[in-house]
Nanobody, 114 residues
Framework: VQLQASGGGLVQAGGSLRLSCKTSGINFKLYTIGWYRQAPERQREMVATISASHSTTYTDSVKGRFTISRDNTRNTLYLQMVSLIPEDTGVYYC?????????WGRGTLVTVSS
């Protein structure tokens, strides 16, 4: 199982970014998959998840600003982020569970300057 996140970068507050997570090794359309982030000196936290039926969950701080989506034809997960704030800074990881084990992609760094 491989998950490869991309799309991070440096952006000013109020800006936008779109993250992608390309997956392989799983029947992607059957899996719940999500985005997590880890800010400096903070614990990793869930940002958003999307189920196989496209049901979504978001942490409160990103509701109305972030949108998680998936393209099952491309085995790819997305996170559209708008109205970014400095508190969104961190390394963003995609995650899924396969055969009882969590799998994490290599993260992509998002830095939001004030």
């Amino acid at each position: 199982v491989q998950l490869q996140a991309s799309g991070g970068g440096l952006v000013q507050a109020g800006g936008s970014l779109r993250l992608s997570c390309k997956t392989s090794g799983i029947n992607f359309k059957l899996y719940t998959i999500g985005w997590y982030r880890q800010a400096p000196e903070r614990q990793r936290e869930m940002v958003a998840t999307i189920s196989a039926s496209h049901s979504t969950t978001y942490t409160d701080s990103v509701k109305g600003r972030f949108t998680i989506s998936r393209d099952n034809t491309r085995n790819t997960l997305y996170l559209q982020m708008v109205s970014l704030i400095p508190e969104d800074t961190g390394v963003y990881y995609c995650n899924t569970n396969h055969q009882g084990r969590p799998f994490w992609g290599r993260g992509t760094l998002v830095t939001v300057s004030s």
